[in-house]
């Protein structure tokens, strides 16, 4: 009888709770090492998209110096066999052999600096600078496809890591190379663009590829959503990570008349920006 009086039931129920929470709690545990662990498998899969990118632009880099220094080869045989390579001469062609080999060898030292994980601390950097060093290293590659790549920059000081914005920028410079391709575009153009908006730094990628369609747009930043065959759908969902956990910025896009315009927006060093409420241009701007 004792066992059945309100006190003992009172605690036998407070038992039962408490177990319900730990097994709720570890549950919950569960849930989130999950989303953490296929976070992280995103994570190496962008990274690896992007390694691939980034091993295929630098032979489109190399390209010209090595056939420059191919030519070059050859000049200097010719001087010699006819004997006008004298000492000026043979200078000459050394040391334009030198600046070939000295921007090959700076090309590998941006290239291996570029995606590096773990190396910077979060600081100012120049966004005209870091977007004109991602568009010098992959230009050639987009020259190759018959792409005309253009920018205008304002120099803006923002924080947060350039190596971070750098694989954003590729990667939307990648998509939008992918779209003037597969639809054949030409005259085929990308245009980067940043500009200081209030207390935001821009950043704007337009191409002239058509833009996205109704039905695409509202699931684009979904992982694993895409509308190529080969497409692996993480480009853009890991994009908007980068910007919102590195750079503490958004990442959006509309359509243009010519095709689409993704936009980064990061706060500037100066201003005082509010995540939560972003400046109207900034959703609806238009370029013409």
């Given at each position: 009888m004792h066992s059945n009086s309100p006190s003992a039931l009172h605690a036998c129920s407070l038992c039962e709770l408490a177990q319900h929470n730990r097994e709720l709690a570890h549950q919950l545990d569960e849930v989130v090492n999950r989303s953490h662990a296929q976070e992280r498998a995103l994570q190496r899969q962008a990274r690896h998209a992007v390694v691939g990118e980034v091993a295929g632009n630098i032979a489109h880099q190399w390209r010209q110096p090595l056939n420059a220094l191919s030519i070059l080869l050859g000049t200097l045989q010719i001087d010699h066999r006819t004997g006008?390579?004298?000492?000026?001469?043979?200078?000459?062609?050394?040391?334009?052999?030198?600046?070939?080999?000295?921007?090959?060898?700076?090309?590998i030292d941006d290239f291996?600096?570029?995606?590096?994980?773990?190396?910077?601390?979060?600081?100012?950097?120049?966004?005209?600078?870091?977007?004109?060093?991602?568009?010098?290293?992959?230009?050639?590659?987009?020259?190759?496809?018959?792409?005309?790549?253009?920018?205008?920059?304002?120099?803006?000081?923002?924080?947060?890591?350039?190596?971070?914005?750098?694989?954003?920028?590729?990667?939307?410079?990648?998509?939008?190379?992918?779209?003037?391709?597969?639809?054949?575009?030409?005259?085929?153009?990308?245009?980067?663009?940043?500009?200081?908006?209030?207390?935001?730094?821009?950043?704007?990628?337009?191409?002239?590829?058509?833009?996205?369609?109704?039905?695409?747009?509202?699931?684009?930043?979904?992982?694993?959503?895409?509308?190529?065959k080969e497409g692996s759908g993480i480009g853009l969902h890991m994009s908007r990570l980068l910007v919102e956990r590195e750079l503490g910025g958004q990442l959006r896009f509309h359509n243009t008349r010519e095709g689409a315009e993704f936009i980064i927006a990061i706060p500037a060093v100066s201003g005082r920006a509010r995540l939560d409420h972003p400046p109207t241009r900034f959703e609806q701007r238009r370029t013409g």
């Open positions: 006008q390579l004298d000492d000026q001469r043979l200078h000459d062609h050394l040391e334009r052999a030198s600046e070939l080999i000295q921007h090959m060898s700076e090309t291996r600096d570029f995606f590096r994980p773990g190396l910077e601390q979060p600081t100012p950097f120049n966004l005209a600078e870091t977007v004109h060093k991602t568009l010098r290293l992959h230009a050639a590659a987009f020259r190759a496809c018959g792409i005309e790549l253009t920018s205008d920059c304002q120099p803006i000081l923002v924080p947060g890591s350039p190596n971070a914005f750098a694989q954003v920028l590729l990667n939307l410079l990648g998509n939008a190379r992918d779209a003037l391709i597969d639809r054949d575009i030409a005259p085929a153009r990308i245009h980067v663009r940043t500009l200081h908006r209030r207390d935001w730094a821009l950043t704007t990628v337009q191409d002239n590829a058509g833009g996205v369609s109704p039905a695409a747009a509202p699931h684009i930043f979904k992982p694993y959503f895409t509308t190529r």
